[in-house]
Protein backbone atom coordinates (compact mmCIF):
# COMPACT_ATOMS: atom_id res chain seq x y z
CA UNK A 1 0.00 0.00 0.00
CA UNK A 2 1.34 3.67 -1.11
CA UNK A 3 0.14 6.22 0.26
CA UNK A 4 0.97 9.89 -1.05
CA UNK A 5 0.51 12.49 2.40
CA UNK A 6 -0.74 15.81 0.58
CA UNK A 7 0.26 19.16 2.56
CA UNK A 8 1.82 21.91 2.56
CA UNK A 9 5.84 22.63 2.81
CA UNK A 10 4.58 25.18 5.49
CA UNK A 11 2.45 22.28 7.73
CA UNK A 12 4.77 21.38 10.23
CA UNK A 13 2.40 18.21 10.85
CA UNK A 14 3.12 16.49 7.72
CA UNK A 15 6.44 14.81 9.41
CA UNK A 16 3.93 14.45 12.43
CA UNK A 17 1.04 12.75 10.54
CA UNK A 18 3.58 10.76 8.33
CA UNK A 19 5.72 9.30 10.77
CA UNK A 20 2.60 8.56 13.12
CA UNK A 21 1.53 6.46 9.85
CA UNK A 22 4.70 4.54 9.50
CA UNK A 23 4.47 3.56 13.32
CA UNK A 24 0.68 2.21 12.92
CA UNK A 25 1.51 0.70 9.49
CA UNK A 26 4.74 -0.43 8.70
CA UNK A 27 3.71 -2.04 5.68
CA UNK A 28 2.90 0.90 3.99
CA UNK A 29 5.02 3.21 2.24
CA UNK A 30 4.00 6.74 3.25
CA UNK A 31 5.55 8.88 1.02
CA UNK A 32 6.10 12.90 2.02
CA UNK A 33 9.60 13.41 0.46
CA UNK A 34 8.10 15.93 -1.00
CA UNK A 35 8.33 18.04 2.20
CA UNK A 36 12.44 17.80 2.34
CA UNK A 37 13.34 21.02 0.45
CA UNK A 38 11.67 22.77 3.14
CA UNK A 39 9.34 25.60 3.73
CA UNK A 40 10.89 28.50 1.57
CA UNK A 41 11.12 26.12 -1.04
CA UNK A 42 8.61 28.00 -3.19
CA UNK A 43 9.47 31.77 -2.66
CA UNK A 44 13.09 30.96 -3.60
CA UNK A 45 12.34 29.60 -6.68
CA UNK A 46 9.99 31.98 -7.19
CA UNK A 47 12.53 34.14 -6.42
CA UNK A 48 15.13 32.96 -8.72
CA UNK A 49 13.11 32.53 -11.84
CA UNK A 50 11.74 36.71 -11.22
CA UNK A 51 15.53 37.59 -10.34
CA UNK A 52 15.88 35.61 -14.50
CA UNK A 53 13.26 37.52 -16.10
CA UNK A 54 10.40 35.14 -15.65
CA UNK A 55 6.66 35.79 -15.52
CA UNK A 56 5.10 32.98 -13.37
CA UNK A 57 3.81 31.54 -16.41
CA UNK A 58 7.44 30.85 -18.00
CA UNK A 59 8.64 29.92 -14.80
CA UNK A 60 6.00 26.65 -14.77
CA UNK A 61 7.76 25.78 -18.08
CA UNK A 62 11.23 25.86 -16.32
CA UNK A 63 13.52 23.10 -16.07
CA UNK A 64 12.49 23.20 -12.38
CA UNK A 65 9.26 23.56 -11.91
CA UNK A 66 9.08 20.75 -14.07
CA UNK A 67 11.25 18.04 -12.66
CA UNK A 68 9.57 18.53 -9.32
CA UNK A 69 6.38 18.56 -11.12
CA UNK A 70 7.37 15.20 -12.75
CA UNK A 71 8.67 14.03 -9.27
CA UNK A 72 5.97 14.73 -7.57
CA UNK A 73 3.25 13.33 -10.58
CA UNK A 74 5.57 9.70 -10.31
CA UNK A 75 4.47 9.35 -6.79
CA UNK A 76 0.88 10.52 -7.27
CA UNK A 77 0.50 8.08 -9.98
CA UNK A 78 2.02 5.30 -7.93
CA UNK A 79 -0.40 5.61 -4.85
CA UNK A 80 -3.01 3.86 -3.70
CA UNK A 81 -4.91 6.32 -1.36
CA UNK A 82 -4.12 9.94 -0.90
CA UNK A 83 -4.65 12.04 2.31
CA UNK A 84 -4.92 16.02 2.08
CA UNK A 85 -3.40 16.92 5.46
CA UNK A 86 -4.67 20.70 6.12
CA UNK A 87 -3.90 23.56 5.96
CA UNK A 88 -2.76 23.27 2.69
CA UNK A 89 -3.10 25.35 -0.67
CA UNK A 90 -3.70 25.55 -4.26
CA UNK A 91 -1.19 22.82 -5.16
CA UNK A 92 -2.48 20.27 -2.52
CA UNK A 93 -6.44 20.72 -3.68
CA UNK A 94 -4.80 20.03 -7.38
CA UNK A 95 -3.01 17.08 -6.17
CA UNK A 96 -6.24 15.89 -4.25
CA UNK A 97 -8.35 16.20 -7.15
CA UNK A 98 -6.05 14.69 -9.65
CA UNK A 99 -6.48 11.95 -7.35
CA UNK A 100 -9.99 11.82 -7.07
CA UNK A 101 -10.23 11.76 -10.74
CA UNK A 102 -8.16 8.81 -11.08
CA UNK A 103 -10.61 7.18 -8.57
CA UNK A 104 -8.17 6.57 -5.86
CA UNK A 105 -9.94 6.68 -2.01
CA UNK A 106 -8.56 10.11 -0.88
CA UNK A 107 -9.13 11.47 2.89
CA UNK A 108 -9.66 15.12 3.75
CA UNK A 109 -8.14 16.06 7.34
CA UNK A 110 -9.45 19.30 8.77
CA UNK A 111 -7.58 21.66 10.72
CA UNK A 112 -8.77 22.54 13.92
CA UNK A 113 -11.44 25.46 14.07
CA UNK A 114 -11.66 25.50 10.53
CA UNK A 115 -14.76 28.70 10.29
CA UNK A 116 -15.20 28.95 6.21
CA UNK A 117 -16.93 25.58 4.94
CA UNK A 118 -16.90 24.09 1.94
CA UNK A 119 -19.57 21.64 0.52
CA UNK A 120 -17.03 20.28 -2.42
CA UNK A 121 -14.76 18.17 -0.12
CA UNK A 122 -17.83 16.22 -0.62
CA UNK A 123 -15.35 15.00 -3.33
CA UNK A 124 -13.56 12.70 -1.03
CA UNK A 125 -16.76 10.24 -0.36
CA UNK A 126 -16.63 9.39 -4.16
CA UNK A 127 -13.95 6.55 -4.42
CA UNK A 128 -14.10 5.58 -0.57
CA UNK A 129 -12.46 8.10 1.04
CA UNK A 130 -13.58 10.37 3.57
CA UNK A 131 -13.45 13.57 5.53
CA UNK A 132 -11.90 13.61 9.02
CA UNK A 133 -12.17 16.31 11.86
CA UNK A 134 -8.72 14.91 13.35
CA UNK A 135 -5.57 12.73 12.66
CA UNK A 136 -6.39 10.18 15.21
CA UNK A 137 -10.13 10.32 13.10
CA UNK A 138 -7.97 9.19 9.68
CA UNK A 139 -6.11 6.69 11.75
CA UNK A 140 -9.21 4.49 12.94
CA UNK A 141 -10.78 4.56 9.79
CA UNK A 142 -7.64 3.01 7.85
CA UNK A 143 -7.06 0.70 10.80
CA UNK A 144 -10.88 -0.32 10.13
CA UNK A 145 -10.39 -0.68 6.19
CA UNK A 146 -12.65 1.84 5.75
CA UNK A 147 -11.04 2.15 1.77
CA UNK A 148 -11.73 -0.28 -1.17
CA UNK A 149 -8.58 -2.47 -1.93
CA UNK A 150 -5.27 -1.27 -3.50
CA UNK A 151 -6.07 -0.07 -7.46
Not at 10 to 18: F, I, K
Amino acid sequence: MKVYLIGSLRNPEVPTLANKLREVFPDWEIFDDWYAPGEDADDYWRDYEKNKGHSYKEALQGYAAQHIFEFDLHHIDEADIGILLMPAGKSGHMELGYMIGQGKPCFYVMEPGIERWDVMLQFCYKNGGDVCDRQEELIEKLKNGYFPAPL
